[in-house]
């Protein structure tokens, strides 16, 4: 009902006012972006705590361009990272600014009373960049830092490996999950819609009509047994990009996951139990999980009509 700054841009044209953002009209000169739209999100709370609401709050963070305040980059670019991993000033300014704002919104629902009443889900649509290069003031360079480093995973964004697509997620229901608690079943974004329903106490998702592709992950919150926990989940990235991905798709189903690349035809198959960081290619000794999963997804994208190639 209310779009305050979302749109067709990947990343903001900038980070600080001026945003050149159609829908996000400037601020005072230099107001950095996180900051801004964590004002908005608390206006619409406040306009909002009286009856039932729904926000999404997508920070472009951290997105290219890499923009961070000076203050922060400053910093960080004393912070050694004792792995050698992760080494980039700007990207961690950034994410302390997307820190800072998740901060500021849970404060409000604090103060405002409304905290046990809230449910909040916190994740990513896809894992870090590791193609870009970009030096201290960040700019984009030839070659030098990577903004992040998803080690021990594999690749990252915009590939079918776990780090382009395996991210973070934190799910606070107050009386209902168990604070602290851990769950290592996967699930996926398109959960999300089936979940929110049922936790909306909209009915069952079925009474909405139409065909939903995820499956509510409520029984995982409350430590339920009854999550069909080995069942199938679909990634399809038909096309190459500036980002080291190329066309494919991969299945995962419990420990097993299949990678199908189409250009340049081949299979992988890895336990990721085992191989989290998708090392040892399996294929050749289990060519039967391999056939099955196969199968699974060659139905899966029969029926969603997808295209190998874009």
Not at 6 to 16: A, N, R, V
Not at 58 to 77: D, L, M, N, S
Not at 240 to 257: F, H, L, M, V
Request: net charge negative; with cysteine; charged share 25%.
């Amino acid at each position: 009902e209310i779009n305050i700054g979302g749109g067709p841009w990947p990343g903001p044209p900038s980070y600080f006012s001026p945003y050149h953002i159609s829908n996000l009209p400037d601020g005072p000169e230099g107001e950095y972006i996180a900051d801004r739209l964590t004002d908005e999100a608390i206006k619409f709370i406040d306009n909002s705590k009286n009856q039932p609401f729904f926000l999404n709050l997508w920070q472009y963070a951290i997105h290219a361009p890499y923009q961070g305040k000076v203050t922060y980059r400053e910093y960080f670019e004393k912070k050694k990272d004792p792995r050698g991993a992760q080494e980039n000033p700007v990207m961690a300014a950034m994410i302390k600014s997307m820190d800072e704002s998740l901060g500021r919104v849970l404060d409000k629902l604090e103060a405002d009373g409304l905290m046990h009443n809230t449910i909040i889900i916190f994740t990513s649509d896809n894992g870090g960049n590791m193609y870009d290069h970009i030096g201290g003031d960040g700019l984009f360079l030839a070659e030098g830092r990577t903004p992040t480093n998803n080690a021990p995973l594999r690749s990252g964004k915009a590939t079918v490996y776990e780090g382009g697509i395996r991210v973070p997620m934190v799910v606070k229901w107050p009386g209902v999950g168990k604070p602290g608690s851990k769950c290592d079943t996967p699930v996926i974004i398109e959960d999300f819609f089936p979940s929110i329903l049922e936790m909306a106490g909209v009915g069952e998702v079925n009474q909405i009509g139409g065909k939903l592709d995820g499956v509510s992950f409520v029984p995982l919150v409350k430590g339920s047994e009854s999550y069909p926990k080995d069942r199938p989940l679909f990634w399809h990235y038909p096309h190459y990009s500036n980002q080291g991905g190329e066309p494919g798709s991969a299945i995962r189903e419990g420990d097993w996951k299949l990678i199908r690349f189409y250009d340049k035809p081949r299979q992988e198959l890895f336990h990721l139990r085992d191989d989290p960081g998708e090392q040892k290619n399996l294929l050749e000794r289990h060519r039967d999980v391999a056939s099955r999963m196969a199968d699974l997804l060659s139905t899966h994208r029969s029926q969603a009509h997808s295209a190998t190639r874009q």
